[in-house]
């Protein structure tokens, strides 16, 4: 399983960016989609995810609530993570996440999202 994400860079504060991570290779039956980040010094932590099922039921870190907005198009399986009013504590490294109900999951390379002041 490949997860390869786009979209990163550099944004002014208040500026918006849009992620994109397409999953390949044998990824019959993926359960969730999503994003994780991962500033310098701190934990990796959720920002993120959808489920296929439930109409695509979503959850999101507090901190990102109607800020950031994830989609998803389960045939194509490929997940979105638009992102607007970007603040400074947004910069990142940005890590799509794909999840099975089994347990297993996979990580993508990540994605630096930098905002300036």
């Known amino acids: 399983v490949q997860l390869q994400a786009s979209g990163g860079g550099l944004v002014q504060a208040g500026g918006s960016l849009r992620l994109s991570c397409a999953a390949s290779?044998?990824?019959?039956?993926?359960?969730?989609m999503g994003w994780y980040r991962q500033a310098p010094g701190k934990q990796r932590e959720l920002v993120a995810i959808?489920?296929?099922?439930?109409?695509?039921?979503?959850n999101y870190a507090d901190s990102v609530k109607d800020r950031f907005t994830v989609s998803r198009d389960n045939a194509k399986n490929t997940v979105w993570l638009q992102m607007n009013s970007l603040k400074v504590e947004d910069t990142a490294v940005y890590y799509c996440?794909?999840?099975?109900?089994?347990?297993?999951?996979?990580w993508g390379k990540g994605t630096q999202v930098t905002v300036s002041s």
């Open positions: 996440h794909a999840g099975w109900r089994s347990g297993v999951s996979y």
């Open positions: 290779g044998f990824i019959a039956n993926i359960n969730t």
């Open positions: 959808i489920t296929s099922s439930n109409g695509g039921s979503t």
